[in-house]
């Protein structure tokens, strides 16, 4: 990076004009002739029909650039009628032909030229100087032409607040109609001959004459072409030969200024007017132009018009034509000039230019706010303040101009090595994104810093990288951050949180932000939860006052050389005292600076704020221009949000018919569109208020504050249809339909016809002149907002939001975040789904756009037959898609958007405390094992920093202060921290009062936590309490109570603690600390639940099912015992849990089979949760040794009491407790048993833990849309996956794991899982899947091989301690295994057919037997022959085989056919032993068999043969010893179909198997692929990256990211699917199709998760639903519930409308407890016989 690089990037400038001018998007080319046009209408009509339309739009496509033709004379009176002919409009035509030489990137000026030199108006102003001089000259002659001077004060007045003063002449009103006529030719000669007489007498210099008196032809002329000829441009002279002989005609004088020749007393052409036209001509076009520049045409006069576009047809079209060539060629070679100064610019530099250039406009602005900059000031030198600094105040008040003022000054301010960055957020699309805004940033600071590091594109990981780059700032540079505007960034990622904001910075970063005081509550963020220890940090920008807004005021004035009158500075005083915002103050200057000395000013033009000033400036504007106009002008310029270029304005201005009924009104033009001028003359008078910008290459105008696009809105835009229409013509517009097509109007006669109004085609990609692809970013930009906003969804949906090629296109046009950004208008189902998948793939479509089919379809596919916005998508994906990635997802990625799981937080270790705080908003996870306490935010789904904790159990104080741990070794400290620092607070050594030896045995438990106390039970022979005080960090009280304790609870209400002694249940005063009661149970307790006002106890034991209420006083004394019985529902199950809802009335009873909710205050049960009878007793989870039983492990009741969840195995279930029905809803986690379950208190969020898992499962409940099929994972990386013969299902097996996954190849779900004692070793299925012999690890089982019926989920067989070889035939349910007989040393092998056909296993053993079976054997294609590679015996010094055989089994016969060995193999292979054998996949007979190749005389290999082997006649084909060479991995070889190719994998190379020689090669070396199609395409990976090569041309069809690295890949025998194995135990399925060779429908339809039969006959519905799999049930607890899996690895299922809306409602809700009923009822409660208010005891009959 070069040191001006760095200074631009460091914001230390040496001069603002160092920073890269912005090269122009238009080619903007002012046409001129004399006004008012009707000497070249048809010409002009011609260009504006015929040439201008085509090159506009070769223009965009070749090159990029708008070409704008600026006709200002097109009439505003229709056609090509004159335009108003005033000095404001001479003025105006300048100005625009001065921006046309400012901004056009190419040729900007075109002249027409003919016989007339045109019109020379009087003078609008003359310097007082001068003007004196004139009178004075004029008084001083005697000539007849001076006789008219008094017309000089008649019609001229001096304007003062001009300086130096001129004098103006007057406006012309109505009332002066007629004198104005009489005077104007006589003026204009007093004028010429007083400036005649002052260049006579030296006064003035003799050109003044041609400088006040030129044509405004001239001057356009000179202005055009002296100033600005090195852009391009030229000259149309045109010359009507026989125009003399016509110059008494009426109509010449269109043409040609004529006298009256008195001596001939005939008309003539005016010979003064000529000699000044071939001046013009000559001096000014030849001497600036050259000759090619200048087209010279002669016609001759045609009837009475002079000039006929029929009858001077052939002349326009030349014309045309030779106009169309030369702005080609110009446009041409500025086009190729421009791109040759082109400098390639990053996205960074772009970006960090577009907010300097922001800096300059206005930082240069900023006065007045002194004591706000030093207030920033102090704060960049204050070393002590560790967190940032806030400015705020109303929209208007000078913030930004506050900042960008600091900015630019910063290089003087602070030492030269401050690096400082400043973000006007929402200036441009990264800027407005927190992501893309963080990015940016981090881009920045690395570059100052000269490291080469690449940011991540995760929004976590950004956000972590952005708080470690701050830190990491050198110390010898500070780093000083502006963000200006807090309120314009989007919503994503929850920025408006601003969580990602550091709350504590080094001492040498400071962090500036500004924001409005009312928006998004982000003030109230800032004050209460950020700044929290430097209050000073916050400055309110106030308004400026009258004082300082008056100087304002007078010193722009003086720079602009103008002042103003007492009367009009009183009035400006007067405006200032109402309102003083530094906006108002511009607004009002721009007013100010064109008054007059003499304007009378009405103060209602000033208004007295903002809006009241625009309020009176766009009424003007309405009564000068129309209010029709105005109104549709401003609001296509709001509507646009991003604003619009002067072309664009025009095209939607001649698509809006009441717009052109408004400005055709009288007249009807040629080509019906809108004349540049409306727009144009409407542009200046609103320029004070628009930026001209760069937005997606095209030059923009747009408001340049916030506050007038908000009152354009509320003005214009609030009438709901007209909005309607505004928006419906800008999609229009940039969708192309009404390019070359014809609209309808009617004409001044009232009739209806049609005509094309010229507007672009707006493709959505452009092919540049280097066959370049552009991107119509215009339109990706505003038709999805238009359409929204129009209300054509359908289109939206169609066109845009499920439109493959919008989608793609505009991604690589923009970015994603712009599709993101679309979708978010209309958040419906379908969108948001859509999003979240967008979201989620977010980083693999940025890294590779060409995977967006495979994201979108891997996705989306659950909702395929469901949604049909999305099951069009995904069809296009599938067809347009495959010329981007010819790879088809078979069934949906596990990673899929619209499922309860919001979020899955890992953590280093098993899981062992789960904690919530109050509020939801965090959770903490820890190990006893670990020191490390993790924190996650459940809102934002961010992990937050670590807090480094103390080992052992925790614990949560309900005020989530205190954080108490247990030590998890010896238990005899219970340590107290800080639970958001993890800081020390002080520890309880319970032990050391106790006063026990060491060899005691000694346990601390249980635990109770509140915010002022821990209680805790201690057990050695005897049981003691232990109650520790937060506020004095000490034991208060330790009480030996005897015998065995169960339980302790301190109350809620903290005045007592509850423990039990035995089957005594004791309560202790927190305030005495002393015992207040005594309480006599039946049982010991086990159970316990206490209600908030700690007024009522309830306890029970695991199996006495008996809920004994105890009713206490608030101190803890027993009021009245009462008891519940439940053994009729719970019989023999054993109580594990007792708890409260939040309402205190449902009492919830959770046992190991039953769950029971029970209401209190009507002594009902009210639900009964049975464990269903479809569940299995025990299941062995992978990689247990041991089954483990299956039970209910917890029950939750919602915060609001109206949903039960319970969990049993892997599955939740819910409960509508009203109606005591289960709900059609159940999540299905990963494969676990679930041991804790926890509602977030003020979220739809539920968390799950599972067994021994490292990980938290985040639920949200009203963020699930449907039924949703996601898929689950194996626990280990896959090593092996086997096919059944009918595609229908793969069997998948873990590294060293236990578990064998049956997945359904239709739709990815795990339809079984097998789990052993040992791991597996080897599997085989049945050709349908029904059947698998399963060999395992015999050193920890009695039998290693087993043979499961997989659809009864049972071993059918299990048999022997040796390992063998097992193969499955192709077309019956048929294994043959190949084992030795004994354990013995070579004991030989015996050959035994399991045959399944008939549902049970039938078993054969062949008599022969093999001394070796040396490797797998396999089954030819057809069934008939098993091959087997054998060997006489085993040579152990040599570590081979000796006489390596292939031996060849006929199947049908159960026979051996035939030996191949050493004799059969002599005359071909002396000496060259047989090591491996290759089958031919598509071939019944002939397999391969390779060999090594040894140097004679040396046991070095040289390689490796092959030899051709027919097993049917037992004879050699073909064999060649130069095959592969001896680095080969002989199990990386695979063969085509047909035989005709081999493919060595790891060396990528390609072998002819009929030369043997290599034909070519493929990837890169990998040890693992597929051959599809015949071997015409390979499928093979690279990391998480499938790559699937057509072999013929090494053509990538397809790659993308699986999300996890790959381990495995299988080929289905269908020849087009590919199963692949992830590390993560992931298993998913593609089919591969070409676009350039496959019948791509075909294969598409034959998808099972594309079948749809909604719209099929019966007939057909009843097939396909026949081929649709059903879900298995072997881990559901409701098997009759169709239950649907989420994000990684799990399941869910949602049911009705109702249930959704019970989920989603789920809240807190309070609830009085009622008073305590005694009557007894059949649900078993009984009377309290005796109550003693302050009894120790209390007796219960």
Not at 1392 to 1399: M, Q
Request: glycine share 4%.
């Amino acid at each position: 990076m070069d040191a001006a690089q760095l200074r631009l990037y460091s914001g230390h400038l040496n001069s603002l004009s160092d920073i890269p001018t912005e090269q122009s998007n238009q080619i903007k080319v002012f046409l001129s002739c004399n006004l008012p046009g009707e000497e070249f209408r048809e010409e002009r009509n011609a260009i504006l029909s015929r040439v201008i339309p085509p090159l506009r739009e070769e223009t965009k496509a070749k090159y990029g650039l708008e070409l704008h033709h600026v006709d200002l004379m097109f009439g505003a009176d229709g056609g090509a009628g004159g335009i108003v002919d005033s000095y404001e409009a001479r003025e105006f035509r300048l100005k625009e032909l001065l921006r046309a030489q400012k901004l056009s990137a190419g040729p900007c000026f075109m002249v027409l030229i003919g016989q007339k030199y045109g019109k020379r108006p009087v003078p609008q102003l003359v310097l007082s100087e001068i003007f004196e001089l004139i009178q004075t000259a004029l008084l001083n002659s005697n000539g007849r032409r001076a006789r008219a001077f008094n017309l000089l004060d008649k019609w001229y007045i001096k304007d003062e607040n001009s300086i130096p003063a001129v004098h103006v002449l007057r406006p012309v009103v109505e009332s002066d109609g007629d004198d104005w006529s009489e005077d104007r030719d006589s003026l204009w000669n007093v004028l010429m001959y007083g400036v005649e007489l002052c260049c006579r007498e030296g006064s003035l210099p003799p050109e003044a004459i041609r400088t006040y008196f030129a044509s405004e032809l001239e001057n356009e002329v000179k202005h055009g072409l002296m100033h600005g000829s090195e852009r391009g441009g030229f000259v149309v002279e045109r010359k009507i030969t026989d125009l003399a002989n016509y110059a008494g005609e009426k109509q010449a004088q269109v043409f040609t200024e004529t006298e009256w020749n008195e001596v001939e007393e005939r008309a003539q052409l005016c010979t003064g007017s000529m000699q000044l036209l071939q001046s013009l001509k000559t001096d000014v076009i030849q001497a600036n132009l050259p000759d090619e520049c200048i087209s010279r045409y002669s016609i001759l006069w045609r009837y009475d018009s002079g000039i006929d576009s029929q009858f001077h047809k052939e002349y326009i079209d030349e014309l045309c034509n030779d106009l169309t060539t030369k702005l080609r060629d110009q446009i041409s070679e500025a086009a190729a000039a421009a791109e040759a100064r082109k400098v390639y610019r990053s996205r960074l530099h772009e970006e960090v230019i577009a907010h300097w250039r922001k800096a300059i406009d206005r930082g240069r602005a900023c006065e007045g706010r002194d004591n706000e900059q030093e207030n920033l000031l102090n704060y960049l030198k204050d070393e002590r303040n560790t967190e940032f600094y806030t400015i705020y105040g109303e929209s208007g008040s000078g913030k930004t101009c506050i900042l960008s003022s600091l900015f630019l000054e910063m290089k003087n301010l602070l030492p030269q090595s401050t690096i400082a960055v400043i973000r006007f957020i929402g200036l441009t699309h990264e800027s407005a994104n927190l992501r893309d805004l963080l990015q940016s940033i981090c881009q920045q600071i690395l570059t100052c810093l000269n490291r080469d590091i690449s940011v991540p594109m995760d929004f976590p990981e950004v956000l972590k990288f952005f708080s470690a780059l701050l830190h990491e700032i050198p110390s010898s540079i500070q780093l000083v951050l502006l963000l200006d505007s807090l309120n314009s960034l989007l919503p994503d990622f929850n920025s408006h949180l601003l969580q990602w904001l550091p709350s504590s910075l080094p001492k040498n970063v400071r962090i500036i932000v500004s924001c409005q005081p009312h928006a998004h509550g982000m003030f109230t963020r800032l004050k209460t939860e950020l700044i929290t220890k430097h209050h000073e940090n916050f400055t309110e920008v106030k308004p400026l006052g009258q004082d300082v807004a008056m100087m304002l005021t007078l010193r722009w004035l003086q720079q602009e050389s103008m002042c103003i009158t007492n009367e009009q500075a009183e009035q400006i005083k007067a405006a200032f005292n109402k309102c003083s915002l530094p906006l108002y103050i511009k607004f009002l200057f721009n007013r100010i600076r064109k008054w007059r000395s003499f304007d009378l000013i009405d103060s209602k033009v000033l208004g007295t704020s903002c809006s009241t000033f625009l309020d009176a400036l766009f009424e003007e504007f309405e009564l000068k221009y129309g209010k029709v106009l105005v109104k549709h002008s401003v609001s296509y310029l709001t509507a646009s949000k991003t604003g619009l270029s002067d072309m664009e304005m025009e095209d939607l201005l001649s698509l809006d018919e009441h717009v052109m009924e408004h400005v055709h009104c009288k007249s009807e033009p040629v080509v019906r569109r809108c004349p540049p001028k409306v727009w144009a003359q409407l542009r200046d008078e609103l320029d004070f208020m628009l930026n001209l910008k760069v937005a997606d290459d095209y030059d923009v105008y747009y408001w340049n504050h916030a506050i007038i696009r908000e009152y354009t809105e509320n003005r214009y835009l609030a009438n709901d249809s007209f909005r309607k229409k505004i928006h419906c013509t800008i999609a229009d517009y940039y969708l192309g339909n009404w390019f070359q097509k014809p609209m309808k109007y009617k004409n001044l006669n009232g009739e209806e016809k049609l005509v094309e109004r010229y507007v672009l085609s707006q493709p959505l990609t452009y092919t540049s002149a280097g066959g370049k692809t552009d991107y119509n970013q215009r339109k990706y930009d505003q038709v999805p907002r238009h359409l929204y906003l129009a209300n054509r969804l359908d289109e939206l949906n169609a066109k845009v939001m499920f439109n493959y090629d919008w989608l793609y296109n505009k991604i690589k046009a923009l970015s994603l975040q712009k599709i993101l950004a679309d979708l978010s208008l209309n958040p419906g189902t379908e969108a948001t789904l859509l999003e979240s998948a967008l979201r989620s793939a977010q980083g693999l479509i940025e890294k590779n756009i060409d995977s967006l089919p495979v994201e979108l379809s891997g996705r989306l596919l659950p909702y395929y037959h469901t949604y049909p916005n999305l099951r069009s998508l995904i069809d296009q994906c599938g067809t347009a898609g495959l010329s981007h990635c010819a790879i088809v997802p078979l069934f949906n990625y596990h990673q899929v958007p619209g499922s309860p799981l919001q979020y899955t937080f890992e953590y280093t270790d098993q899981i062992d405390s789960l904690l919530v705080t109050q509020d939801g908003r965090y959770v903490f996870t820890k190990s006893d094992n670990s020191q490390v306490l993790r924190k996650f935010d459940l809102l934002s789904g961010e992990i937050q920093a670590d807090i480094a904790t103390s080992y052992g159990k925790a614990y949560l104080s309900p005020d989530d202060c205190y954080l108490v741990i247990v030590d998890n070794e010896i238990e005899k400290a219970v340590k107290v921290h800080n639970a958001m620092t993890g800081n020390y607070i002080f520890q309880l050594i319970p032990i050391n009062l106790i006063g026990m030896n060491e060899q005691r045995k000694y346990h601390l438990g249980p635990i109770s936590v509140s915010s002022k106390f821990i209680a805790t039970l201690i057990t050695t022979e005897a049981t003691h309490l232990c109650i520790g005080c937060f506020e004095d960090q000490d034991i208060v009280k330790l009480v030996n109570l005897g015998g065995k304790g169960s339980i302790v609870r301190i109350s809620p209400n903290q005045d007592y603690v509850l423990c039990n002694v035995g089957s005594n249940v004791l309560t202790y005063s927190l305030q005495t600390y002393e015992q207040v009661c005594l309480t006599p149970l039946e049982y010991r307790p086990t159970c316990h639940a206490i209600n908030k006002s700690s007024s009522k106890v309830l306890l029970t034991d695991e199996f006495s099912h008996i809920i004994t209420v105890i009713h206490m006083s608030t101190q803890g004394h027993t009021q009245m015992v009462s008891k519940i019985s439940l053994q009729p529902f719970l019989k023999g199950d054993r109580v594990l849990q007792i708890s409260l809802a939040d309402d205190d009335n449902s009492l919830l009873i959770r046992a190991e089979h039953n769950v029971l909710s029970y209401n209190t205050f009507t002594d009902k049960l009210t639900l009964h949760v049975k464990r269903p009878v479809s569940v299995m007793r025990e299941f062995r989870l992978p990689k247990h040794s041991k089954p483990t039983s299956i039970i209910y492990t917890d029950a939750i009741i919602s915060h609001d009491n109206d949903v039960l969840m319970t969990s049993l195995f892997r599955n939740i279930q819910f409960w509508n407790l009203k109606t005591g029905k289960p709900m059609e809803t159940t999540i299905l986690a990963p494969v676990g048993i679930i041991t804790k379950v926890i509602q977030s208190r003020f979220q739809s969020q539920i968390l799950t833990v599972q067994q021994d898992a490292q990980c938290v499962q985040v639920w949200n409940l009203k963020d699930y849309v449907m039924d949703v099929t996601t898929l689950d994972r194996l626990t280990s990386p896959i090593d092996r996956l086997i096919l059944t013969e009918d595609n229908f299902f793969c069997f998948a097996t873990g590294c060293e794991s236990d578990e064998i996954g049956v997945i359904d190849m239709r739709t990815g779900l795990l339809v079984n899982l097998l789990t052993h004692e040992s791991e597996v070793v080897d599997i085989t299925p049945t050709c349908d899947g029904s059947f698998v012999f399963v060999a395992v690890n015999p050193s920890k089982t009695e039998f290693c091989n087993k043979i499961w019926s997989v659809n009864d989920r049972k071993i059918v067989k299990e048999f022997g301690q040796v390992l063998g070889h097992t193969v499955a035939v192709r077309k019956s349910k048929t294994i043959i295994h190949i084992a030795q007989a004994s354990t013995m040393y070579q004991a030989p092998f015996t050959i035994t057919i399991f045959n399944f056909s008939s549902g049970t296993c039938e078993e054969f053993t062949y008599d022969f037997i093999i001394n070796h079976a040396i490797s797998k054997p396999f089954v030819t294609y057809d069934d008939t022959y098993m091959a087997l590679l054998t060997a006489d015996q085993y040579l152990e010094k040599e570590a081979c085989y000796n006489n390596p055989a292939v031996c060849a089994f006929y199947l049908k016969g159960r026979y051996m056919h035939s030996i191949i060995g050493k004799n059969e193999l002599s005359p071909f292979l002396d000496n060259r032993h047989i090591i491996a054998l290759v089958p031919i996949p598509m071939n019944s007979t002939e397999i391969i068999a390779i060999y090594q190749v040894k140097i004679s005389g040396c046991k070095q290999s040289s390689g490796y043969g092959f030899v051709s082997v027919d097993l049917a006649m037992g004879t050699i084909l073909r064999y060649s010893d130069n095959f592969m060479p001896s680095t080969t991995d002989l199990n990386a070889l695979y063969l085509t179909n047909d035989g005709s190719l081999c493919v060595n994998a790891n060396l990528g190379m390609i072998f002819a198997m009929n030369s043997g020689k290599r034909v070519g090669t493929i990837g890169n070396r990998m040890s693992k692929l597929a051959l599809l199609k015949n071997g015409e395409v390979a499928a093979y990976y690279r990391g998480s990256h499938l790559i699937v090569e057509r072999i013929e041309d090494n053509r990538i069809l397809g790659e993308c990211d699986v999300h996890v690295d790959i381990c495995h890949i299988k080929a289905s025998n269908d020849d087009k699917t590919i199963m692949i194995g992830c590390v993560d135990g992931t298993v998913l399925g593609y089919v591969i199709i070409d676009p350039e060779k496959d019948e791509i429908n075909r294969l598409i339809l034959a998808i099972a998760s594309r079948q749809v039969v909604e719209d099929e006959p019966p007939e057909t519905k009843e097939v396909v639903k026949a081929r649709r799999p059903h879900t298995a049930t072997w881990d559901r607890t409701n098997s009759s519930a169709v239950t649907v899996r989420p994000l990684t690895a799990s399941n869910q299922k949602f049911g009705s409308s109702s249930d959704r809306e019970i989920l989603t409602k789920i809240r807190p809700v309070y609830r009085t407890v009622s008073a305590v009923k005694t009557a007894r009822n059949n649900s078993g409660v009984h009377r309290l016989t005796s109550s003693y208010e302050k009894s120790r005891t209390c007796s219960v009959m």
